[in-house]
Nanobody
Framework: VQLQASGGGLVQVGESLKLSCELS????????VAWFRQAPGKEREGVAG????????YYGDSVKGRFIISRDNVKNIVSLQMNSLKPEDTAVYYC????????????????????WGPGTLVTVSS
């Protein structure tokens, strides 16, 4: 399984940006996928996750109400719509896939994820 994130760039405060994570390989419909981000000098944190099957979604507290994660199982793309962007959203964003069932308690635990893609940089300028 391979993941490729795209869509990063430079935006102004309050603007929107949409990231895409394209998955390739086998058994993709059984994978849960999450977006993480890492800002300079900070730990990697979970941004949003979406489960396989039921498509249940999870969000980090700092992005609830502003970001929306979705998946297209035909195109094998998981998207992250980011609205009302803030300077603190500046980070490298990564998508990752998980073979086991995603739960509310563990959706953002990085050690559980099996596959990671290269990151895409999002910069929010004030």
């Amino acid at each position: 399984v391979q993941l490729q994130a795209s869509g990063g760039g430079l935006v102004q405060v309050g603007e929107s940006l949409k990231l895409s994570c394209e998955l390739s390989g086998s058994g993709l419909q059984y994978l849960s996928v999450a977006w993480f981000r890492q800002a300079p000098g900070k730990e990697r944190e979970g941004v949003a996750g979406i489960g396989s099957g039921d498509g249940r979604t999870y969000y980090g507290d700092s992005v609830k109400g502003r970001f929306i994660i979705s998946r297209d199982n035909v195109k094998n793309i998981v998207s992250l719509q980011m609205n009302s962007l803030k300077p603190e959203d500046t980070a490298v964003y990564y998508c990752a896939a998980l073979k086991i069932y995603m739960t509310e308690k563990y959706w953002s635990l990085t050690s559980l994820f099996d596959y990671w893609g290269p990151g895409t940089l999002v910069t929010v300028s004030s």
